[in-house]
């Protein structure tokens, strides 16, 4: 039996993934890979392939058969997601006075409203806001079997509310994952890309992104790397920082998570960073004052040389259960990804464009352990799962609009 698409994408994804990390020890004094690590990192990916393998094999079966037209879905997505953004920012421009303030303090911003800090939205617009994800993949999905302009429109709107949101607390998480989702787009409908059209928007979708870093950074491209200097091997130009400082952000997962191993006192957190995004729902519904379960990416830092707390979707499991969180927490997470690709549809493949994301954004945490990103995949289960099928139609549509 031929293994599945996204059996075969992840195979190649986490050995190119594995082989650019290991290249990182030119650049910076990391410490040598222990043989647990490494025993740990093909746990992990030979546990994920296993998954997606045994997931494929099942056959996806409908729950109902109800209708939900998709351009109806965009229209509502679209009104209640600016307005979901732009009550966050309303929130937060009455709490500190003004744009220019927050802009002004970038850095002690996000530290202060990040994580365990102050809460300046409230919890349902927070969520509501997180629909931006589904808006735009199920834009690009009506794109891929339409061809109709509008819906490549509607899905730059949902780009710019994504960087709206991730400027709430001067990330770039969102927009990540949206890069990662139209990487995603482009890998599973075999798009042909020119490399001449995509430099001007390459150029300019990396300047939005790096845009929160530089502000924190102290609005230079210097400041972005200044806490890379001393780990380099070798001097890198300040033009070249974004660079560096992405690659050190995706590449040292695998580092990072070498010395944490290195610890005699580790306490496992039994689901608590993977599963953070439920309990935190939990605790922020029921106003709860134990704060311990959120534990996304704070705390744990480690040197490798330079500061960081991003172990990989590896460490993440393992800081949950151990060895037997690296083993079982893969199996489950390929086989639901495997199965939910059987899905044919305008919903299924506006779900496997979040699952591609999910599955890039691993080499740095379980993107589902963030509510923002596990609702959207939630409810496109939901649609993909209860709504019927749009294929057929779409493709007798086009080939009706080709005449």
């Known amino acids: 039996m031929r293994a599945s698409w996204v059996t075969r994408f992840s195979f190649k994804f986490y050995v190119i993934f594995i082989l650019i990390s290991l290249l990182g020890s030119l650049f910076f004094n990391y410490k040598e890979l ?12 030979l546990q994920f392939l296993v998954g997606t393998r045994l997931g494929s094999t099942w056959k996806p079966k409908k729950i109902l058969n109800l209708q939900v037209d998709s351009d109806v879905l965009l229209k509502f997505l679209l009104v209640f997601c600016t307005i979901s953004v732009l009550l966050g920012w309303f929130y937060i421009i009455k709490n500190y006075g003004s744009i220019a303030t927050i802009f002004a303090s970038s850095l002690a911003f996000r530290q202060e409203t990040i994580g365990d800090g102050v809460q300046l939205v409230p919890v349902y617009i927070s969520y509501s806001a997180c629909f931006v994800y589904v808006g735009l993949v199920v834009s690009l999905s009506r794109f891929h079997y339409y061809g109709q302009r509008k819906d490549i429109v509607r899905a730059l709107y949902f780009g710019v509310l994504i960087v709206l949101l991730d400027f709430q607390s001067f990330g770039r998480i969102g927009m990540l994952y949206s890069i990662f989702i139209i990487i995603g787009y482009v890998l ?28 924190r950074g102290g609005n230079s491209l ?6 890379y200097a001393d780990a380099l091997k070798v001097s890198i130009p300040g033009l070249f920082s974004p660079f560096l400082a992405i690659y050190a952000y995706y590449f040292s997962g695998i580092y ?5 191993l290195k610890k005699t006192n580790i306490v496992f957190y039994e689901g608590k960073r993977n599963f953070s995004s439920l309990i935190n729902l939990y605790n922020r519904l029921f106003s709860l004052e134990d704060t311990s379960h959120r534990l996304i990416i704070q705390g744990d830092n480690v040197q490798i040389p330079y500061d960081t707390n991003i172990f990989t979707i590896i460490g993440e499991c ?3 259960f151990g060895i037997f969180g690296v083993f079982i927490l893969p199996l489950f997470f390929g086989f639901c ?9 305008l919903y299924a493949d506006a779900l496997k464009l979040i699952m591609i994301g999910w599955i890039f954004y691993t080499p740095i945490y379980n993107a589902f352990s963030f509510g923002g990103f596990l609702f959207p995949f939630m409810f ?4 993909t799962c209860t709504v019927k099928n749009e294929k057929n139609m779409l493709v007798k549509k086009c080939k009706h609009l080709e005449k």
């Open 34 to 45: 222990e043989l647990f690590t490494l025993f740990l990192v093909v746990l992990y990916v």
């Open 188 to 215: 599973l409908f075999k798009v042909a890309i020119s490399i001449k059209k995509i430099i001007i928007p390459g150029i300019a979708a990396l300047s939005i992104f790096m845009l929160p870093r530089w502000f």
């Open 222 to 227: 210097e400041g972005m790397s200044d806490e």
């Open 256 to 260: 990072a998570l070498n010395e944490y």
């Open 318 to 320: 393992y800081m949950d």
């Open 337 to 345: 990804i495997g199965l939910l690709f059987k899905y044919e549809g």
């Open 380 to 383: 496109l289960i939901f649609l």
